[in-house]
């Protein structure tokens, strides 16, 4: 009867523990951003609002902001917050021939490794031709779609 009771109150405590650390609530303040992840790059950092932060609760995936307008040239930046796996892609059916070569040509067409908390992605646009570069963001099930377009820099 003891070893029954000792072994419900275990389970208990780890199903505790695990709703514990595993729901603590996401961190979307604006402090949190891509510039510690790219501290020590050798190049102007990320700017802000050019940092998309990816997180999810339950059955939902977020990306904050879920647009962002750059110009040629510049980075955009990830940031994971949360405790699920992330992965990013590219919708190439979206895209023009144009885009997809350059996105292969620089090796950021494949889905991107998983990013955890805390992980970092940089996806850079030197050459990139302009347009709406959309892609999916996909975690525990859940489905956020995320946008980045890319304008032609002033040439004067």
């Known amino acids: 009867m003891s070893i029954g009771i000792q072994s419900n109150f275990s389970s208990v405590c780890v199903l505790g523990l695990f709703f514990l650390f595993g729901c603590v609530a996401d961190d979307w303040s604006r402090d949190i951003s891509g510039a510690t992840c ?25 990306l904050l902001p879920a647009q962002v307008e750059i110009y040629e040239g ?56 302009s347009g709406r570069y959309s892609f999916v963001s996909r975690g525990y099930g859940g489905l956020a779609y995320g946008e980045i377009i890319v304008q032609e820099k002033n040439r004067y």
């Open 38 to 62: 790219f501290m020590g790059v050798n190049r102007v950092g990320i700017e802000q609002d050019k940092v998309m932060r990816l997180g999810g609760g339950r059955d939902e995936e977020h």
């Open 74 to 129: 510049e980075s955009v930046g990830f940031v994971s917050l949360d405790h699920r796996l992330h992965s990013l892609s590219f919708l190439v059916d979206s895209l023009s021939s144009e885009m997809v070569s350059f996105l292969s040509e620089t090796k950021q067409l494949a889905p991107v490794p998983l990013m955890t908390q805390g992980d970092c992605l940089e996806l850079r646009f030197n050459g990139a031709p």
